[in-house]
């Protein structure tokens, strides 16, 4: 099992706003980056650090932390944003990666 | 501005190895600037980390492949490499090679390849 959690499945409707979270200790001290995963593609950054997006990512989208919890927030959704979303930060020992389970984004 | 590109057998036979190649372009593999990653995701599950490498030479595993894993790097070639050993068909996945970022909080896989299909089977 992944020390990062995420929930399996998310909706949002077209236009509105949508919070992705992702939950792991180590986001008391370590932020986490974002991953868009469209069907048969590779994953794509979305989010690292603090809140930094790497060019081409629109505003729209928009990272931040709280306790154990590290969220990807999606503003004025998109059907083009319909995908797999997955966090990814340390494990507990600091020394190694991991991924969340990744969540089903809808865009209804 | 750096891609990324694998390479390597869509077929391995039960117990055998696993060898993939990842070839850079567009930039340096030593320039320094990243860790070379390879990450696998089996088909309708998510993301798994399998190792990096940086231009040093050295490596950090995902604990649980430890045993089995050993990432290369060959400056001369601009690539970077993958062996799996004593492969099962739990080691059928899309394999992604990756150029890992890292800060002081955080960490990123900037750029990926377009991965490949290895599916173990005799």
């Known amino acids: 099992s992944s020390e990062l959690t995420q929930d399996p499945a998310v909706s949002v409707a077209l236009g509105q706003t949508v919070r992705i979270t992702c939950q792991g200790d180590?986001?008391?001290?370590?932020?986490a980056s974002w991953y868009r995963q469209k069907p048969g593609q590779a994953p794509v950054l979305v989010i690292y650090?603090?809140?930094n997006r790497p060019s081409g990512i629109p505003d729209r989208f928009s990272g931040s932390s709280s306790g154990n919890t590290a969220s990807l927030t999606i503003t004025r959704a998109q059907a083009e944003d319909e995908a797999d979303y997955y966090c990814?930060?340390?494990?507990?020992?600091?020394?190694?990666?991991?991924f969340g389970g990744g969540t089903k984004l809808t865009v209804l | 501005q750096v891609q990324l590109q694998e390479s390597g057998p869509g077929l391995v036979k039960p117990s055998q190895t696993l060898s993939l190649t990842c070839t850079v372009s567009?930039?340096?593999?030593?320039?320094?600037?990243?860790?070379w990653t390879w990450i696998r995701q089996p088909a309708g599950k998510g993301l798994e980390w399998i190792g990096r490498?940086?231009?040093?030479?050295?490596?950090n595993y995902n604990p649980s492949l430890k045993s089995r894993v050993t990432i290369s790097v060959d400056t001369s070639k601009n690539q970077f490499s993958l062996r799996l050993t004593s492969v099962t068909a739990a080691d059928t996945a899309v394999y992604y090679c990756?150029?890992?970022?890292?800060?002081?909080?955080?960490?990123?896989?900037?750029?990926w390849g377009q991965g490949t299909m290895v599916t173990v089977s005799s």
């Open positions: 650090g603090k809140n």
């Open positions: 990814n930060s340390r494990d507990s020992s600091g020394n190694y990666l991991v």
């Open positions: 567009g930039g340096s593999i030593s320039s320094g600037n990243y860790y």
């Open positions: 490498i940086y231009t040093s030479g050295s490596t």
């Open positions: 990756a150029a890992h970022v890292s800060g002081s909080s955080w960490d990123a896989f900037d750029i």
């Open positions: 180590r986001f008391r001290t370590y932020y």
